[in-house]
Each structure stands twice: as C-alpha cells, then as structure tokens.
C-alpha cells in the first residue's frame, strides 16, 4: 500500500470519526432512515435482537430480527459502548478499502490473461479507487448508519481481493460468509470460480481443468456455508429456527417496510392468490442474468461479479443504498470504460434526482401527510431506473472496449449492434 | 276473559312461580341486586349484580342451558366476558365497583380457562368457544383468532374452585377486540340469559337507548364452578351491568329524546369570571344535587320483582342507594326499607300492596333536588393509570404509560399487561421505567415478553412493578409500524387500528393474586397506507422497470458490434432509403430514358 492510499485511509476515517463524534443524534438520525436500513439489516434491529439474545430469549422467535446468529455472538462480545461500535464500523469501511487497493492494484480489471484493455493507462489508481469508496456520500451515511450490509460488502470485497490473488478456497470461504451474512451474494460463486481460475499460473492450470476446480471450490463453498450453518446452530442453543426467520425473510418478504428496491410497494398492491408466483418469478429474475454475464463476459470475471452486484442492488427483496455504494464503488475500477458509456450524464443527474427527492417525498407521505406512497414509489422506481441504464450502460462499455481490442481500427467510430 | 280481573290473572300467573321461587331459596339459585352510587359531578353509578347457578345436567337450572353447552362442548371451566364502552375517570369517581372485577377494557374482551392435553389442543377449543359465543352474543368474537390471543402469565388467576389436577390441566386464553362497538345487539341476549329476561325485576330497567347513552358502561359475564365445603359443585354465573349515569342528560331525555340546550335562565353560571353576565357564561356544575328518579333516568320504573329472585335475607336486599345522608329519599309502595348505614339504603321489593296482595307493583325511587351539592366519600383507586401514544408521523412511535400510586404510606405491586397487535413492533431494549425522572431498579420486578411473529401472533408483554407510595412511574417504549399488505387494511385503513388497553393487575403482597384490576382507554395507532387503487399501476410499472432492465442488458449480450459504415442490410428505413437511392441513380443512368421494368 502506497503512501497516497494510506493518506487516504486515514483521512476517510477521521472524517468518519468526526462525524459521529460532531453530530451525536446523526447515527440514530441515519439508523431511522429506510434508505439506508432494512429489516434484514437494520441498526436498531441488531441491538433488540442483541437485547432478547442476552436476556435468554431466542431473537429468531419473533418478527423483529432478522440477522445472522453470528452477528448476535460477534457483538455480544463487545464492550457495550458506542464509540466501539462506532470504530468496528469504520474498521470495516477501512478493510473494505484495503481489499479495494488489492484489487485495483492487480489489474484484473484492466488486463486479464484474456482481454486486455486498449485504454488500460487511463484507470485509476488504487489510492484513487480506494477514495472513491471511502468518500463517496452513500458508504459514508451508510457506513454512519451502522446497517449490517456493511459487513457483507467487506467481506464480498475481500473474496473477490482473494479471488483476484488467485487464493481460490480463500476467496469461497470469505464468499460463502458473505452469503451466510445476506443470502444473495451466493449468485457471485460461479463468476468468482473463474475469476480465481484465471488468475492461476498456467502451470496449474495445465494439472486443474476447470470442471474440477469449480467442483472443488463449490464443494468448499458448500461445506463452509454448513460449517456457519452449524455455528449459527450451536449460538442459537440448538434451534434451526433462525433459517426461516433470516433466509426465509429474505425469500418470502413477510415485511413490507418501504426500501429502495422494487419489491414492497409490489407485494403490498399484489393480489393475494398470485404472491407465491411473483415471490418467485422476482427471485428467478435476479438468477436469470447470471449464466448471460458468465459466458458473454467470459474474458473480464471482475466484470461479472460487478455487474452481478449492480443488479442485485436493484432487484433484491432488501436493497439499500449500501448496495448501490458497493457496485459504484467496484465501478471506479473500470474507470477506463468511463469514455465509452453513452448515458452518463442521464444516469448522474437521474441518481441526484433520486437522492435529493427520495427523502422529500418520504416526508410527504409518512410525516406531513401530503403526499401518498405513490410519492415514494415513483422516486424508487427512478432510482431502480437509472441504475438500470447504469449497469446497462457499463456493460455495453466494456463489450465495446474487448471488441475495439479486437478491432483496434474501429476506435471512435460509430457502431451497430445487429 | 274480562270477568277476571288483571290482578287476579297476574295472580294466578304467577303462583306457580311463587312455589318456584321458595324452591330457589332452598338452593340458592338466583340473585338480583342492584346498587345506586352517587358520583361527583351529578353522576350516578348504576351497578346491576345477577347471580346464577346450577349444574350442566339439570334441565331445571336457572343457569342457561345455551351457555352450558357450549362451555360444555368447548371444556371451558372458567369464562370471563367483558362489553365496555367509554372510560372510568378515576380521578373523579374514585374506584370501581366489584374491584374492577366486572370491567373490560374498550370493546370485548373474553378470558377463559379451557382443559386441555397440549396447547394445541387448547386453542382448537378456544376457538370453538369463540366461535360459538359469537353467535351467542351476536358479537365479532369469531376474529379473535390467534394473532389476538394470548396466553398471560402473572396477571390472571382462576378465581373459581378447581381441583389441582385440574388445574395443570387449564390453559388460560385471553382475547380482546378493541374495536368491537358495544351495542343493544349485545344487550339482547345478554338480558335473555337472566331468569326474568329483562320483564321483571331489577333487569327491567335495562334498556339499550338509557344503556349505550351512559358515560361509561359495562356488561360482564363470569363463569366459574364454585364448591361448597361438602365437595358438592356448582357452576356460578355472575352477570354484571355496570355505568355511569349523567343526571343532567338522562333528565333532558324526559321531555324531548333530541337533546336540546338548555334556555340561558336555567343556567348556572359563575359570577366570579371577569366575562361573566350578560351573554357569557361559564357553566357551573355541581353546585346542587339534580333531582332524579328511577323512572326518569331509565325510562320506566322497576316492574315488580323477579319471583325466581332469592327472597333477600337481612343482609341480602334487591336495590341499595349509597348517597349523602342529607339527602331525601322517597320510594313507591312494595317494598321495605333497610338502612344498613347512614349512607347506604336498602329496600327489598317483596311487591306486595296494601293489602299484602302480590300485585307485582312498579318501584320508583325518587330524590328531590338538593343544594349545596353533596358528596359522599369516595376511595382513590389503588393506582391512576394512563396510558398514550408519544411521536409523530406513520413511521414509528412510542407508548408511554403514566402509573400513580396515590397512597401515602403502602406500596402497590402490580402486572402491567400490553397485548399488541403483530403489525406494531416493540423494541423491549428501548423499554425504560422511571420513577420520577430517574431510573430505579427496584421498580421493575420481573418481566415476561413474548415477541409477536408476523400475521401469527402478537406481542406479549406483562411488567410487574413496584410502585413506592406517592411515586408515579412512567413506562416507555418505541415501537415500528409495519406496513401491511393492501387486502389487510380494513375499509377505513386512513381511521386507524384500534390497540387493545392495557389491563393493570393490583396484587396482594403475600399471595401473589390479582386483587384488584384497571384498564387503561384504547388507542387509535395510524399506520402507513398504500394507495388502494394502485394495484394494476404498481404491477405494470414495476414490471416495465424489470422487463427494461432484461431487455436492456439482455440486448446488449446477445447481439454483435459493427462498425456503422460496415452495416448490411440494416433496418426497415436504411432498407426503404436504399431501394429510393438506387432508384434514383438508376433513373439518372438511363439519362431520361423510360425506366427498365424489372
């Protein structure tokens, strides 16, 4: 780590620091705030659940908690004050950044033993990718927020650093936590089975096919995610009941609290015989991408875990804005497709749009009492909007920069798709 | 037929009825009585007490063979039903009759105990015993199903005999609809369960129009077997009807029933506000004791007494009035008085004319006006409890709960229990108990939660405190509200959701048992609402945003780049634009030739 990326650290967690010593109500402020808090992530939620876990009651027997078991051991063993809870949370931004700068350092993003950029010298560097996540303003409220997203986006930043280290069985234990932590991650295993296999020297590539490689890095994956399985077993006392209340809250929606993501106001206003369809069909849709990315994009499997994250930040039953920050964040390291996207001026100021209206018309509806859900919905539905022409955007991008590699002599034409 | 006079066919009538009625006292069967309080500020409690028993085989009981059915069918050995509407004002009618026994809280309120192997087995039966005591009462009980039901630990106790066998053996279930609106519908069967059905004694003043008019009223029903020492049981039913009577406008209802203002000359007004004379006024109440009767205040006198009535004994008497000892009283003909104190009147209807003939006579009570008001002493309540929302907006709230122990020298202890419904989500970890102002460790003794699952079941929390003497203690807690799905929100979703009161349960200090029992008023909570005729809207715009996102992506994936000058073919257009262009060029080749057919 160089001495800009440190310097750069180290002023995100001042800033952070600041802000929570400078501002006492602000992490309650934010906690409160249904951008950046779900139930399944939710601050306020962690303590009850914490509160019932101490006190001998089971968290999971009862509609308020909905986090992983481990969450409930981890944070029992801290001392109960703030500041600490304060400074894991800003440890974890730090990682974060940390596992950013790895990336970013590597290059996959730029150059993979298949593809590499032609506009390679225009990416950023790593202390650069590792600002644009530290002081970026949605990881900040996020991060200010305490919402437990926080931790699932280390440690998803850490397997894919693994990943891209060529540390396959490190990158699949830290995904299948990840997993363990919030469920969706799970879609990331195929993508991050090739990205660690193509970072392999040839060598071994020549003993290990990737059937067999993918074979053993999925049975890792599995035999890790029962291992927490059992953990979470054991700290709950012996009871399976977390499953339904932590994964089955994540598949079936129980809760409505409005988010930014799609699916409330769709399954408040879903007509009662055809729920189980829909639950479906919206949990099929964030899968259906995955086998697409994988084979079209086969060269850039960093790309593919992005693109896979942009989507489920959209379209998962619990998005936040601490999704969106994770996929613009892994974003900043392809800078260098940044000239070829075609709506970015669209995409920034609809995102703005969203940013500065979401709150206003949540105020509307739930405070003053002048405007109705409507209000919210149509600002999620802008938002959902235009990160969609984001992701799409960036993946029309990078296809254009492999074929321009393949046909240097097309730079800065106009093109067709047919 | 007018050969016979009515008397004498009212006589004859009735004459199988008087055996009857010695054969009750005998075995104790059935007793009426009815008290008359005065309150403070021109109020009058009246609290009707009926008390039945008998037996589930016998076919001469004068226990309802409806209600022992379905206790029967449904092994429930002990019931307590509650209809209340409208709240007791403590603080200015002091403590309730019965203990606070016979009060619900707001709406229904049904608890019973059911036999049962296991829990599940439990609520099957409670839900036959719902199920058909809403037919019985014609009211919603049907709903109370188990995101309404709780099981609660330390606030209630059996207060019939029961064998400790049977006792491992009974569930207790308690249920509330806090929405039901108590009314005459209720009233009807309640009256058609008593002996006398509401025709003759104490029960016949009970009339919808004066009932439901009241301040504050209470109908409660409690079924519980009682044993004598020689082993031999009974079941017992208590039927109470308690409310509080506005002197003031139950009297305006004896001209007109359109309630009317009164002309400025009958006002009082006080003479001691600046504005005063004139125009202005500023009522003055309870400067004198309005003048009030029985007949005027419910709309008929007493008809006669209930022969299946137990025939009183010294101590047992059919109507007291607990007033002033200034005050006159005057009754009618038939009845017997029976001071008991100077504050207490009894009078026993034997109605029994002049002549010692059973003429069934009409009984009326009639106090004359008195001035300077009176009052008669009143005892505080053990504890003042109120409870209200704190917070705005449809997002989230509070629940504060105000508790005031007016004793200066004994503590109270007591349960505080809240049943909440699933979509209100309590945060135990934001529960604080203060005693004036600070935190006291020693106030909260134990507490027992049961956090509520979504759409199966409530929150559960009971709190016992104590309460040092003088000391008011505030209980708060935040809570989320959910938001619900669009076919769960009643037809008035915008009017809010009714939660159920709290129930506060006085307990004795050695035993351990609920003593004494108050209920705070409901609360209205306003949850978020979605747009109710957005269903369509919501699937096709969201679904427009999904099949973009498919579309867009999926467009891109599957289709290759060309460089746009490379394109052949192309679209409809570039199609259309070349055949024109090669027409024209043809057409400038031929040279202003005919064009070539081809």
């Known amino acids: ?418 | 037929m007018r050969l016979l006079s009515w008397p004498l066919v009212t006589q004859l009538l009735l004459a199988p009825l008087v055996v009857a009625s010695a054969r009750a006292s005998e075995y104790n069967d059935y007793s009426e009585n009815l008290l008359l309080k005065s309150l403070p500020g021109n109020s009058i409690l009246a609290s009707f007490r009926f008390v039945s028993n008998g037996t589930f085989d016998s076919h001469h009981s004068v226990f309802p063979r409806s209600l022992a059915q379905i206790l029967q069918q449904s092994q429930t050995k002990e019931l307590h039903l509650k209809f209340t509407l409208g709240r007791w004002d403590a603080e200015q009618w002091g403590r309730q009759v019965w203990d606070g026994r016979t009060a619900g809280g707001t709406g229904v309120e049904l608890w019973a105990w059911v036999e049962a192997a296991d829990d599940s087995e439990a609520d099957a039966r409670w839900t036959t015993l719902n199920n058909a005591l809403s037919g019985l009462f014609c009211a919603s009980l049907n709903f109370i199903d188990s995101t309404r039901t709780i099981r609660p630990v330390m606030s209630f106790q059996p207060a019939g005999h029961h064998s400790p066998e049977r006792l491992e053996r009974l569930h207790l279930l308690h249920g509330t609809l806090p929405r039901e609106p108590v009314c005459t519908e209720n009233l009807t069967p309640f009256l058609k369960l008593l002996p006398c059905k509401g025709k003759a004694g104490i029960s016949s003043l009970l009339d919808g129009h004066r009932l439901f008019d009241a301040q504050w009223q209470s109908m409660s029903i409690d079924v519980m077997p009682v044993c004598e020492e020689n082993g031999k049981c009974q079941l017992q039913m208590e039927q109470t009807v308690d409310m509080v009577l506005d002197v003031e406008r139950s009297m305006g209802k004896k001209d007109s029933l359109v309630p009317k203002p009164p002309p400025i000359e009958q006002l009082s007004c006080d003479q001691d506000k600046p504005y005063a004379g004139g125009d202005s006024c500023f009522p003055l109440s309870g400067v004198t004791d309005l003048s009030w009767s029985l007949s005027e205040m419910f709309g008929r006198p007493i008809r006669g007494s209930c022969p299946l009535a137990v025939v009183p004994t010294e101590e047992a008497t059919h109507v007291c009035v607990n007033i002033a000892e200034q005050r006159a009283i005057f009754v009618s003909q038939g009845s017997e008085e029976r001071k008991k104190s100077p504050e207490l009147r009894c009078f026993v209807l034997h109605g029994r004319g002049p002549n010692f003939v059973i003429e069934n006579l009409d009984f009326d009570i009639v106090l004359p006006e008195l001035s300077p008001s009176t009052n008669i002493l009143l005892t505080p309540p053990p504890v003042y409890a109120s409870r209200s929302l704190t917070g705005h907006g449809q997002e989230r709230g509070g629940i504060q709960a105000v508790l005031n122990n007016p004793s200066s020298n004994s503590t109270v202890e007591f349960v505080y229990l809240e049943s909440l419904p699933w979509f209100m989500k309590p945060y135990l970890h934001t529960l604080s108990v203060t005693v004036s102002g600070k935190d006291d460790g020693n106030v909260v003794q134990d507490i027992y939660y049961r956090p509520a699952l979504d759409r199966k079941r409530g929150t559960q929390l009971e709190v016992r405190l104590r309460v040092p003497p003088g000391e008011t203690v505030l209980l708060n807690y935040e809570f989320d509200k959910a938001v619900l799905r669009y076919t769960e929100y009643p037809p008035d979703a915008n009017r809010g959701f009714d939660i159920a009161p709290a129930i506060i349960s006085i307990l004795d200090p050695t035993s351990q048992k609920s003593t004494f029992s108050i209920r705070t008023t409901s609360l209205l909570l306003s949850l978020p609402t979605p747009d109710f005729s957005m269903p369509y809207n919501v699937i096709i715009l969201t679904s427009t945003v999904m099949a973009l996102a498919f579309g867009s992506i999926f467009n891109i994936l599957v289709r290759r780049f060309v460089g746009a000058d490379e394109v052949i073919g192309g679209g409809l257009v570039s199609k259309i634009r070349g055949h024109i262009i090669a027409f024209v060029t043809e057409r400038r080749r031929a040279g202003g030739n005919k064009p070539k057919t081809e």
């Open chain 1, 1 to 418: 780590m160089d001495r800009r990326s440190f310097t750069v650290i180290i002023a995100a967690v001042v800033l952070r620091l600041a802000m929570f010593m400078a501002f006492p109500s602000l992490p309650d402020l934010l906690t409160n705030r249904v951008e950046l808090s779900t139930p399944v992530t939710s601050f306020k939620r962690l303590q009850e659940g914490l509160f019932l876990y101490t006190h001998g009651l089971s968290p999971y027997d009862g509609g308020v908690f909905h986090q992983a078991p481990l969450l409930l051991a981890f944070f029992t063993t801290l001392p109960s004050n703030p500041i600490v809870v304060y400074l894991v949370y800003i440890l974890s931004d730090v990682l974060s950044a940390y596992s950013l700068i790895q990336i970013a350092t590597s290059g996959v993003s730029v150059s993979t033993p298949y593809h590499t950029s032609s506009r390679k010298s225009s990416a950023w560097p790593p202390w650069a990718v590792a600002a644009a996540f530290l002081f970026n303003p949605f990881s900040i409220a996020t991060c200010i927020a305490r919402p437990t997203i926080v931790f699932t986006n280390t440690v998803i930043l850490t397997a894919i650093a693994k990943g891209v280290q060529g540390q396959g069985v490190a990158a699949v234990l830290a995904l299948a936590m990840a997993s363990y932590l919030s469920l969706y991650p799970v879609l990331l295993l195929p993508p991050m089975v090739l990205l660690a296999y193509d970072t392999l020297p040839a060598v071994k590539k020549k003993e290990c096919s990737l059937g067999s490689f993918a074979a053993v890095l999925t049975s890792v994956f599995t035999f890790a995610a029962a291992g927490l399985g059992a953990l979470s077993w054991g700290i709950t006392g012996g009871s399976w009941e977390f499953l339904a209340s932590t994964y089955g809250v994540h598949l079936l929606l129980p809760d409505l609290t409005p988010n930014v993501g799609l699916w409330w106001y769709f399954f408040i206003e879903m007509f009662d015989s055809f729920r189980e369809f829909f639950l479906c069909v919206f949990q099929l849709h964030l899968a259906v991408y995955l086998a697409g990315l994988c084979l079209r994009l086969r060269k850039q499997p960093l790309f593919v875990i992005t693109t896979l994250l942009g989507i489920s930040s959209i379209f998962k039953s619990y998005p936040s804005i601490g999704d969106t920050a994770l996929y613009l964040s892994l974003l900043s390291l392809y800078r260098h497709i940044f000239p070829l996207m075609r709506y970015t001026f669209f995409v920034t100021s609809t995102l703005l749009y969203a940013t500065l209206l979401g709150p206003a018309f949540y105020h509307l509806w739930i405070y003053a009492g002048s405007g109705n859900a409507n209000f919210f919905y149509a600002i999620t539905l802008v938002w959902s909007l235009a990160v969609t022409v984001l992701v799409s955007d960036a993946i029309f991008a990078v296809l254009r920069d492999e074929w321009e590699t393949e046909r240097p002599e097309m730079k800065g034409k106009e093109i067709v798709q047919i």
